[in-house]
């Protein structure tokens, strides 16, 4: 299977847009999702439900096709920044198979519209490196995760990552610390000033208060079968980063600073799986798997075994999409 990422690449994007199609069609059939993960803190999110007339038929294409554009936009950016080297659209196969695991993750709308901002967010962090005056990339920063919190209150917690990615990167100037806060509080002010003009700043303020106070680890409520699949993305993630940190993997200076910085995001994404429910919602954490795996089998050099394990993991993550229509759980 890794050799098909070598050749035509029309026909991978083919090929991954039909996996997607097929993966997507329990989300159109079931109707699950019945806006029942709205939440008071999802401003951006609540106005883009407004502009579809309330129809989860028109929110659910929406985000296919948003999360089919990411797929392909975020798998250019993983070979800019030079961590997939050899096959050119590994990253895009891995991410929605990692990213459509479970039923629940194609259905929860509000992270998948933030996903983008996210990305960006994560994008700019890695340009940093590499400019002399990063302040504009900071305070970009800073508003893309605030814009991208209004639709995933858990968003909001990157500027942590932010912060510790200047750390990893050696940042000594106090002020470049200050500058993505900034950006982060600027979309707040502004929405908070439309919204006193208005006239229902008292209830905007209470709600995002009790957002914030209340944002803590919550417990694993989830399914046996979704147990099995977060067991399994972790073991493929650690089998991962022990291939990308091995001793026979050469970097330039740049990417091993890009991969440390992913690596305080993934363990990040892995206590935002606890932040909310529903847990496996949460999907960053998928996304991170996506990358790590991608870039981990640019570096295998015997395929036989990993075609199979591709394969497997493809049936299995097709069946589990599909289970929940012949009313089976697990």
Not at 56 to 67: E, G, H, P, Q, R
Not at 276 to 286: E, R, T
Request: hydrophobic letters at 55%.
């Amino acid at each position: 299977m890794l050799k098909f990422f070598k050749h035509s690449y029309i026909a991978q994007a083919v090929v991954i847009v039909l996996l997607i199609a097929v993966l997507w069609i329990p989300a159109f059939l079931t109707q699950s999702n019945n806006q029942a993960y709205e939440y008071p803190t999802t401003p951006m999110y609540d106005f883009l439900l407004s502009l579809m007339g309330n129809s989860n038929i028109a929110m659910t294409v929406f985000v296919m096709l948003l999360f089919g554009s990411c797929v392909f936009l975020f798998n250019s950016m993983m070979t800019v920044d030079n961590l997939v080297t050899r096959y050119s659209s590994i990253f895009s196969f891995m991410m929605v198979l990692c990213m459509c695991c479970v039923p629940i993750t194609n259905e929860y709308y509000p992270f998948l519209i933030a996903l983008p901002l996210m990305v960006m967010a994560q994008q700019t962090v890695f340009l940093i490196y590499n400019v002399e005056k990063p302040e504009r990339y900071l305070m970009n920063t800073g508003i893309f995760i605030a814009v991208g919190s209004m639709f995933y209150i858990p968003a909001i917690l990157m500027i942590l990552w932010v912060l510790f990615a200047l750390i990893v990167h050696g940042v000594r100037d106090m002020r470049l610390y200050i500058i993505p806060i900034l950006g982060l509080v600027t979309p707040y002010f502004l929405m908070t000033t439309i919204i006193y003009i208005s006239g229902n700043s008292l209830e905007f303020i209470n709600d995002y208060t009790d957002a914030f106070t209340s944002m803590s680890l919550t417990k694993l409520d989830i399914t046996t079968m979704e147990k099995a699949v977060l067991l399994v993305m972790v073991l493929l993630s650690a089998l991962s980063i022990l291939k990308i940190w091995s001793s026979n993997v050469n970097n330039l200076v740049s990417t091993r600073h890009r991969k440390r910085v992913m690596l305080v995001l993934f363990i990040l994404s892995f206590l935002m799986l606890f932040m909310q429910n529903p847990v496996m919602s949460n999907g960053y954490f998928f996304m991170m798997v996506a990358i790590f795996m991608s870039m981990a089998l640019c570096y295998v050099k015997k395929t036989k075994l990993i075609d199979i394990a591709l394969v497997v993991m493809m049936i299995a993550v097709i069946v589990n999409q599909y289970l929940p229509l012949f009313g089976i759980k697990i």
